[in-house]
């Protein structure tokens, strides 16, 4: 009987293929231990058999409706549309007068549980009267346009030149320009599920040119006993200073369902005396509503 001497070298390379192939089939048991872990799974039965499967669900995050921020800044234009009583009682405010140029407004708002409430910062021109611009043979004002929009030329001086065979009667343009001032107060709006929203908003003017109160002509036959001084005269401090104003808020463009728009435009009528109404219309738009 002859011995054989066994190759040491084949018997190596049969225990390394034996080794690799168990860690190749305990790495397969491994993988569908741990999709069988993480993957969300269900059974149904079916004909009498279970069958188990697997549900994926895809989270779209950018639908996702998030809350109202508790605090938004607001920025805005807008134009005032005033129609002063028209020399009530022989006078008429001069800072009452409508203007053609817009304002300028910057507004915090706060959300509350009974709606939306915030403080404001407007900035205008009325007009300012320059006094060294009075004609010393004025004998009133008058004005022309009765609109809500008033120009410079559309309040006039009524002057009596002196002539050497009689006084001329004559106008004037009114030495009027545009002035500054700062309008500062508070709003509350009232959130609903309708298009526009409840507005409420006071306000008092902080800066702002001197208010004139104006008078009309008076009975031509007492002109020669009139001078420039009685033609014109300062209003209260408090004169016109104050408004108040009602009107709604309606969102602009679109925005995620649950939310508001980060554009606003606002309609409100508004009175500052007895005297003195008209109505404003601003457009507003927010940087930090998104």
């Known amino acids: 009987m002859e011995w054989r001497n066994v190759d040491t070298s084949i018997l190596c390379l049969r225990e390394l293929l034996c080794f690799m192939g168990f860690l190749f089939a305990s790495a397969g048991v491994s993988a569908i231990d741990h999709w069988d872990c993480v993957s969300p799974r269900d059974t149904l039965e079916v004909d009498g058999a279970r069958v188990a499967y697997a549900a994926f ?5 950018m639908t996702v409706v998030s809350l109202d921020p508790h605090v938004d800044w607001w920025f805005g234009v807008g134009l005032d549309l005033s129609w002063p009583s028209t ?21 915090r708002r706060h959300a509350g549980k009974q709606g939306r409430w915030g403080i404001h910062c407007t900035y205008h021109q009325p007009w300012m009267l320059s006094e060294e611009g009075i004609s010393r043979d004025i004998k009133g004002w008058i004005l022309d346009n009765q609109g809500g929009l008033s120009a410079p030329s559309d309040l006039r001086q009524v002057v009596l030149t002196p002539d050497s065979l009689a006084f001329e009667r004559d106008t004037l343009m009114a030495p009027i320009s545009a002035g500054h001032a700062l309008r500062v107060g508070g709003s509350w709006e009232r959130v609903s599920a309708t298009k526009w929203h409840l507005w409420l908003a006071a306000s008092i003017s902080v800066i702002r040119p001197t208010a004139w109160l104006l008078s009309s002509p008076s009975d031509p036959t007492s002109w020669r006993g009139v001078v420039a001084e009685d033609t014109y005269a300062k209003a209260s401090w408090l004169g016109g200073r104050c408004r108040l104003e009602l009107g709604g808020i309606s969102d602009i463009g679109k925005s995620h369902p649950g939310r508001r728009s980060a554009s606003q435009l606002r309609v409100s009528m508004f009175v ?6 008209g ?3 601003i457009l507003m738009v927010s940087p930090t509503r998104r």
């Not at 500052?272 to 109404?277: A, F, I, K, T, V």
Request: proline share 3%.
């Open 57 to 61: 669900v895809e989270v779209d995050t």
């Open 87 to 107: 020399f009530g009682e022989g006078e008429l405010s001069l800072i009452s007068m409508g203007t053609t140029r817009p304002a300028f407004r910057v507004e």
């Open 272 to 277: 500052e005396s007895l005297q003195s109404w």
């Open 279 to 281: 109505g404003r219309v």
